[in-house]
């Protein structure tokens, strides 16, 4: 999946601890292949050393495959911090939302068997889907494609309220969103039509064909010890710099076909292969080629993957280099993961880290395509990509400034080169860019609560001057703000304002702002009243909602986040 709201609202940045590597490790599992691409392998070996290093990974496990087979699967770094124990090949990762695509492939195989009509109302094969909607009725094609209009980025299919029903915001199939929940129900779909639940028809309808022995199709205790060690942040209401602290992350248990997947790598090359020849196995073709179609087909426009990408059926779909590429990533409570496949070229790269940190190896596996493409093409390979230091920000000069506050504070940014700090107690503290833009971290205690915001002139032009920041409720202007001071809002928005937290790990922290009349998701994402809810409005038609519960003593002490609750901690 794409970066998920935890991830936004709490750092958009990562965190690790690859410090504590005494020297970086790779170890092959299999080079089947090898003779094929004899270059590549130094030269991805040389790259992933330094992405891991810059992006301070704890280990990495990368597979590459083509239409011939798996090519290749190696390890690197540590599977477990405090043992210095090497990652082995054999052990699982989850994979996340990469299991969408698994979930819509039996979907297809069950369209080619004229058990499921993608364009017939979802509520027809599932009448207990609690939907409310005065719009056209959703359908499968609405799920597969993130469509729906439905609010579910974290929401169970089955809300611990009995009386809650899944709300459609706009028509279906007018905006793309990205919803788990979505891809939850079509597991329960394919359950209806299979007669079996959906790790089962994972298992039976995937897995077995493409002979991936080794993998999954849910994640359990019973499996526990079969999983690489995991890592997530040792603090997690608050936003991390990428070289942060880990703590070894809490088993979970996912069964859900939204991403229930626990891979090897060799398994997963299986499925790179397959996607590679365009649906067709060994044994024979997984699903139709009209139906590989369908599920390749770009049939909406997904920024959230990309400016050019698109989604299709639980995969992406946008080009590389004139190529047309599948890819998809996936980011679990404690691992990070990203596929890629040239479709045209037949060329596949799996890799995940067994941390989940705010980013994904997308460059890794990008790069591993252009070396094998090069390689087989006899054409000169690709440089190596340029190292990419947290402290690097090649717009610094932009940013810099003294800001100032109506209540008498002041920040002061200086650009040093490539690099901006902020000038606090009488020091130059390092500040670090996240990923997305004009959000920042600064490296200091007193400011590790929030990120640091810029706004610019003209929020449309990302090339207009920069003119004021927000740091949690704290407002500055520089001499080139022209905007209004004075804000107005109702008065028991004061009472919104607060630290929510549930033990969801997917959800756990919010923190509820007030900046300039507005109220703000841990001084990030605006909020916009509508009647009794709150819309999320960093993405124009956002289905994800904040309702306010009960007020004592002038204190909310519970919000519902699209459904999830989580309750006023006693702290700042």
């Known amino acids: 999946m794409p970066v998920n709201r935890r991830e936004v609202l709490q750092a958009g940045v990562t965190g690790a601890a690859f410090g504590a590597l005494a020297r970086f490790r790779v170890a092959d599992a299999a080079q089947v292949g090898s003779d094929k691409y004899p270059e590549t392998f130094g030269r991805i070996d040389q790259f992933v050393e330094q992405y891991m290093r810059d992006m301070n990974s704890p280990g990495m496990t990368l597979v590459l495959a083509d239409r011939d087979g798996v090519q290749r699967v190696a390890t690197y770094g540590l599977g477990d911090l405090d043992r210095q124990r090497e990652l082995k090949a054999d052990e699982l990762f989850h994979i ?80 793309f969103h990205y919803n788990n929940m979505a891809f939850a129900a079509l597991g329960f779909l394919a359950w209806t039509l299979d007669s079996r639940e959906a790790p089962e028809v994972i298992r039976r309808r995937i897995f077995e064909p493409l002979g991936m022995a080794q993998s999954e199709p849910a994640i359990t205790l019973d499996i526990r010890e079969r999983v690489a060690r995991n890592y997530w942040v040792f603090q997690t209401d608050r936003p991390y710099p990428r070289h942060g602290r880990l703590s070894e992350a809490p088993a979970i248990i996912l069964g859900e076909a939204d991403g229930s997947v626990a891979a090897t790598a060799r398994d997963m090359g299986l499925y790179l292969q397959m996607l590679a020849s365009g649906g067709a196995a060994p044994k024979g073709r997984l699903v139709s080629q009209e139906s590989f179609d369908l599920f390749s087909h770009p049939h909406v426009q997904s920024k959230a993957f990309g400016p050019d990408a698109s989604y299709g059926y639980g995969i992406a779909i946008d080009k590389l280099d004139g190529h047309t590429r599948l890819r998809h990533t996936g980011g679990m409570v404690s691992f990070m993961s990203a596929l890629m496949v040239d479709i045209e070229s037949g060329l596949g790269a799996f890799a995940s880290i067994n941390a989940q940190q705010g980013y994904r190896p997308n460059p890794v596996v990008q790069y591993a395509i252009r070396l094998m493409r090069a390689e087989r093409e006899r054409k000169t390979l690709p440089a190596l990509p340029a190292a990419d230091p947290p402290t690097r920000i090649d717009n610094a000069k932009d940013y810099a400034g003294v800001y100032s506050s109506p209540s008498g504070g002041k920040l002061d940014v200086v650009a040093d080169k490539a690099q901006l700090f902020l000038v606090y107690g009488g020091a130059r503290v390092p500040i670090e860019r996240s990923a997305e833009p004009e959000l920042f971290v600064v490296r200091h205690p007193d400011f590790q609560r929030f990120m640091l915001v810029f706004s610019r002139k003209d929020v449309k032009d990302p090339k207009s001057a920069v003119v004021e920041a927000g740091w949690g409720p704290d407002w500055y202007t520089n001499s080139a703000y022209q905007g209004p001071t004075q804000f107005s809002y109702p008065k028991e928005w004061d009472s919104y304002v607060g630290h929510y937290r549930n033990e969801n790990p997917w959800v756990q922290s919010l923190h509820v702002v007030l900046r300039k009349g507005r109220l703000l998701l841990n001084g990030v994402i605006p909020l916009e009243a509508s009647g009794e809810r709150f819309y999320l409005r960093d993405e124009e038609h956002n289905p994800e909602w904040v309702h306010f519960g009960e007020t004592v003593n002038g204190k909310c002490m519970r919000i519902k986040y699209s459904g999830e609750d989580l309750w006023r901690v006693a702290t700042v």
């Open 96 to 175: 996340g939302s990469i299991s969408k695509s698994f979930i819509a492939l039996c979907l297809m195989q069950l369209r080619d068997e004229g058990k499921l009509d993608l364009h017939r109302p979802v509520v027809e094969y599932l009448p207990w889907f609690r939907i409310d909607s005065s719009f056209a009725p959703i359908t499968t094609h609405h799920l597969l494609t993130h469509t729906s209009g439905l609010a579910g980025e974290q929401l169970p299919v089955f809300p611990s309220d009995p009386a809650y029903r899944h709300l459609a915001a706009y028509a279906p199939g007018e905006n």
